[in-house]
């Protein structure tokens, strides 16, 4: 049975770099099929998507946040990563990583949604 | 940027019908997923591709899509379905996702 865990510190100071890590358990990263997420939801507010990769390296951003943010895989371990650079207030989240499953009908590919996610850490920004 | 919205809050009593919509331009060309959310939990897909039910999902939870509109509807809604309900999708150019802003369910 596929099992996301997110890991990283808990604390980060303002202007400092985040860095989560997502360890998959139970299944490759490696699968032609999936696309490993990042999304985050601020105390009390919505979620956000913030980008996915790919196991080939092939990413997906926010544009919102794409000049912060580097998403990365790492195959040999099973994980993948996500940087978020000078971060702010605005940044306090709780952090989630979810696979989301592809599949292709000729020349167009779908996605079935994001059916295993991780419980998600707590990131607080603040000195 | 993209926009999803969505209704910030519905309200129905147990065994009534609950919809709650998330209105997007790219709707008609693009598919709607549904997550729920209940409290201190991580969301969890209820409806993807506008209208499938994922294995496990109970039959009360249905999906459609007419226009920019996508529609979640919980037939008969219970006192556990009271949660958070996030719509999911991607604009024009299939590469970049949007939720919407969530709509908390109260059913009581």
């Known amino acids: 049975q596929l099992q996301l865990q997110e890991s990283g510190p808990g604390l980060v100071k303002p202007s400092e770099t985040l860095s989560l890590t997502c360890s998959v358990s139970?299944?490759?990263?490696?699968?032609?099929?999936?696309?490993w997420v990042w999304i985050r939801q601020p105390p009390g507010k919505g979620l956000e998507w913030i980008g996915s990769?790919?196991?080939?390296?092939?990413?997906d951003q926010n544009p919102s946040l794409k000049s912060r943010s580097t998403i990365s895989v790492d195959t040999s371990k099973n994980h993948f990563f996500l940087n978020l650079r000078s971060v702010t207030a605005a940044d306090t989240a709780v952090y989630y990583c979810?696979?989301?499953?592809?599949?292709?009908?000729?020349?167009?590919?779908?996605?079935?949604?994001?059916?295993?996610w991780g419980r998600g850490t707590t990131v607080t920004v603040s000195s | 940027s993209y926009e999803l919205t969505q209704p910030p809050s519905v309200s129905v009593s147990p065994g009534q019908t609950a919809r709650i919509t998330c209105s997007g331009d790219a709707l008609p060309k693009k598919y709607a997923y549904w997550y729920q959310q209940k409290s201190g939990q991580a969301p969890f897909l209820v409806i993807y591709e506008d209208n499938k039910r994922p294995s496990g999902i109970p039959e009360r939870f249905s999906g459609s899509s007419s226009g920019t509109m996508a529609t979640l509807t919980i037939n008969g809604a219970q006192v556990e379905d009271e949660a958070d309900y996030h719509c999911y999708s991607t604009d024009f150019s299939g590469t970049h996702w949007v939720f919407g802003g969530g709509t908390k369910l109260t059913v009581l």
């Open positions: 139970g299944g490759s990263i490696s699968t032609s099929d999936d696309y």
């Open positions: 979810a696979r989301d499953r592809k599949y292709c009908d000729g020349d167009k590919c779908y996605f079935y949604g994001m059916d295993v």
């Open positions: 990769v790919y196991y080939n390296g092939r990413t």
